[in-house]
């Protein structure tokens, strides 16, 4: 008898443990906006690119960069050559990953067909810009494949970053074997290949996505979750589920915690805040502006009257709770480059026809700061303000057409240089653009930036082009980025890099 209930308290631990201790429950509120690579933009979209697939290089747990796919790198005296060899690893389907798989990735990437917002990240690569607007051939670009296991990047210039922004989904390889078959694999679970520490099992559109561990991965001995629940559901409903244990990670880098609960919740022992690189702001279409200020000194007098009558300072003391620091820079304090504005003492007349519309993000936290954007602009300036609130899917197609006129976003750090965030606005038809802005002398600034060698000389061509895109105006900064989240205690090793993102190869829950 004795015998007997001991193996049944043995089996009934047992299934307690795998139960709870392998699987992980996360809220990404909205449906993942695409599942190709290289085209993903935001930032939850990307953090489920890192789970599904993975680049030559990564960043480490200390947050280091270090190879991943990449056995081994030789890079050449004038820094502008890169020779990787690849490790021998899979696909989920079992096939061989191959150099064949990096170029076939990057070259349909830079095809004009294709279409890409993080495009204009490969221009760093030998004559991929020339290719994708048609002046040189496909083949032509700085990328080689002489064995299945050697990869030879060229690059336009030297880059100190280049290792940095190989962990960009843009540059990770995709199956060639699956794409050249079927161009729908990323809608269809069934067929979907990755090579990333984590695979599909389930996509439930609008409701759960169901990451499993890939037992393939090459470093697979190394990932102890075997599964992940990515729920799409409100902010609201996330922390009540948190609440009732049905969720282990609330807030971000994947959500917000709803405004209401904040100042509870920062009493907390599981809450935690931490400072990332990424700067909140409006995105002004000067096409729009065009319309009712045909002179170009009024549209900057008119972007500069909308900066000036918003209160930075109401918005984070009283919607943010003191969560968000105010900005009056794009970039953020890391730089130690700030920027000061100058309140304008010009008078302009604004037509009457004018109605501003704002669009965002649907969400709490966005819709009160519209408000108090609203009631700013209709108690100073006498204009209508219509707020449009819309699924992430829906607002990144209006960006990408620039058919809005003013849209509430932010800027997230791909990695960690100012250039990252000024290069955003280099070009007006940028990917990630989206304004219509574009200036030559904000763009001859950026180049010598990059090209400079002398760190001091370098900060100052980042000054003034940071002074450039805030004097003209195509966005307003607002606050600068936190993130605020609950984590339960027997959550370990997630991994949350300065850029946002969430790593979940090392994770794992304590029984």
Same mark, same amino acid.
């Given at each position: 008898?004795?015998?007997?209930?001991?193996?049944?308290?043995?089996?009934?631990?047992?299934?307690?443990?795998?139960?709870?201790?392998?699987?992980? +429950?996360?809220?990404?509120?909205?449906?993942?906006?695409?599942? @190709? !690579? $290289?085209?993903?933009?935001?930032?939850?979209?990307?953090?489920?690119?890192?789970?599904?697939?993975?680049?030559?290089? $990564?960043?480490?747990?200390?947050?280091?960069?270090?190879?991943?796919?990449?056995?081994?790198?030789?890079?050449?005296?004038?820094?502008?050559?890169?020779?990787?060899?690849? +490790?021998?690893?899979?696909?989920?389907?079992?096939?061989?990953?191959?150099?064949?798989?990096?170029?076939?990735?990057?070259?349909?990437?830079?095809?004009?067909?294709?279409?890409?917002?993080? $495009?204009?990240?490969?221009?760093?690569?030998?004559?991929?810009?020339?290719?994708?607007?048609?002046?040189?051939?496909?083949?032509?670009?700085?990328?080689?494949?002489? @064995?299945?296991?050697?990869?030879?990047?060229?690059?336009?210039?030297?880059?100190?970053?280049?290792?940095?922004?190989?962990?960009?989904?843009?540059?990770? !390889?995709?199956?060639?074997?699956?794409?050249?078959?079927?161009?729908?694999?990323?809608?269809? %679970?069934?067929?979907?290949?990755?090579?990333?520490?984590?695979?599909?099992?389930?996509?439930?559109?609008?409701?759960?996505?169901?990451?499993?561990?890939?037992?393939?991965?090459?470093?697979?001995?190394?990932?102890?979750?075997?599964?992940?629940?990515?729920?799409?559901?409100?902010?609201?409903?996330?922390?009540?589920? =948190?609440?009732?244990?049905?969720?282990?990670?609330?807030?971000?880098?994947?959500?917000?915690?709803?405004?209401?609960?904040?100042? *509870?919740?920062?009493?907390?022992?599981?809450?935690?805040?931490?400072?990332?690189?990424?700067?909140?702001?409006?995105?002004?279409?000067?096409?729009?502006?065009?319309?009712?200020?045909?002179?170009?000194?009024?549209?900057?007098?008119? $972007?500069?009257?909308?900066?000036?009558?918003?209160?930075?300072?109401?918005?984070?003391?009283?919607?943010?709770?003191?969560?968000?620091?105010?900005?009056?820079?794009?970039?953020?304090?890391?730089?130690?480059?700030?920027?000061? %504005?100058?309140?304008?003492?010009? =008078?302009?007349?604004?037509?009457?026809?004018?109605?501003?519309?704002?669009?965002?993000?649907?969400? @709490?936290?966005?819709?009160?700061?519209?408000?108090?954007?609203?009631?700013?602009?209709?108690?100073?300036?006498?204009?209508?303000?219509?707020?449009?609130?819309?699924?992430?899917?829906? =607002?990144?197609?209006?960006?990408?057409?620039?058919?809005?006129?003013?849209?509430?976003?932010?800027?997230?750090?791909?990695? *960690? @240089?100012?250039?990252?965030?000024?290069?955003?606005?280099?070009?007006?038809?940028?990917?990630?653009?989206?304004?219509?802005?574009?200036?030559?002398?904000?763009?001859?600034?950026?180049?010598?930036?990059?090209?400079?060698?002398?760190?001091?000389?370098?900060?100052?061509?980042?000054?003034?082009?940071?002074?450039?895109?805030?004097?003209?105006?195509?966005?307003?900064?607002?606050?600068?980025?936190?993130?605020?989240?609950?984590?339960?205690?027997?959550? +370990?090793?997630?991994?949350?890099?300065?850029?946002?993102?969430?790593?979940?190869?090392?994770?794992?829950?304590?029984?």
């Amino acid at each position: 008898m004795f015998k007997r209930t001991f193996l049944i308290l043995i089996i009934i631990l047992t299934s307690c443990q795998k139960k709870h201790i392998n699987s992980l +429950k996360i809220n990404i509120v909205n449906e993942i906006t695409c599942l @190709d !690579p $290289r085209k993903v933009r935001d930032l939850n979209s990307i953090s489920v690119m890192k789970m599904l697939f993975e680049g030559l290089t $990564r960043f480490s747990k200390e947050g280091n960069i270090e190879l991943a796919l990449a056995k081994d790198v030789k890079i050449s005296k004038d820094l502008k050559k890169y020779i990787f060899h690849l +490790k021998k690893s899979y696909w989920t389907d079992g096939q061989k990953l191959t150099s064949y798989d990096f170029a076939y990735s990057l070259k349909k990437a830079l095809s004009p067909s294709f279409s890409s917002t993080m $495009r204009y990240k490969l221009f760093i690569i030998k004559n991929a810009k020339k290719a994708f607007e048609k002046k040189v051939e496909l083949e032509k670009i700085g990328i080689a494949t002489p @064995d299945p296991y050697t990869l030879i990047i060229e690059l336009e210039r030297p880059s100190p970053y280049f290792l940095e922004l190989l962990t960009m989904p843009i540059f990770f !390889p995709i199956a060639k074997h699956i794409d050249e078959k079927n161009k729908e694999w990323i809608e269809n %679970e069934s067929i979907y290949v990755g090579n990333g520490p984590f695979k599909i099992k389930k996509w439930k559109h609008q409701n759960k996505l169901i990451l499993v561990k890939n037992e393939k991965y090459w470093d697979n001995k190394k990932v102890k979750l075997k599964k992940i629940i990515l729920f799409m559901v409100s902010q609201e409903t996330e922390l009540n589920m =948190f609440e009732a244990g049905q969720l282990d990670w609330a807030g971000s880098p994947f959500s917000n915690l709803p405004l209401g609960a904040l100042e *509870n919740l920062f009493k907390s022992k599981i809450f935690y805040k931490k400072p990332f690189l990424g700067t909140s702001f409006l995105r002004i279409n000067v096409d729009w502006v065009k319309k009712f200020f045909p002179i170009k000194e009024t549209q900057i007098i008119f $972007r500069k009257i909308l900066s000036n009558t918003i209160n930075r300072e109401s918005i984070s003391k009283h919607i943010l709770l003191n969560s968000q620091p105010p900005a009056n820079s794009f970039l953020p304090p890391f730089t130690g480059i700030l920027y000061h %504005e100058k309140k304008i003492d010009k =008078f302009l007349k604004i037509p009457k026809n004018m109605n501003i519309e704002i669009i965002y993000v649907h969400s @709490d936290r966005n819709h009160l700061i519209a408000q108090e954007i609203q009631r700013a602009w209709e108690d100073n300036l006498k204009i209508k303000i219509i707020l449009k609130p819309l699924e992430s899917k829906i =607002f990144f197609n209006k960006l990408y057409s620039s058919s809005y006129q003013i849209a509430l976003g932010s800027w997230i750090a791909d990695y *960690n @240089d100012p250039l990252n965030f000024l290069e955003v606005f280099k070009f007006k038809d940028n990917g990630t653009n989206n304004t219509c802005w574009e200036n030559i002398k904000y763009i001859n600034f950026l180049n010598l930036a990059d090209q400079c060698i002398d760190l001091e000389k370098r900060k100052k061509f980042i000054i003034k082009a940071q002074e450039i895109l805030l004097e003209e105006k195509p966005i307003i900064p607002l606050y600068y980025l936190n993130m605020c989240f609950l984590k339960r205690k027997n959550v +370990k090793d997630v991994i949350i890099s300065q850029l946002g993102y969430a790593d979940f190869r090392w994770a794992y829950l304590e029984n």
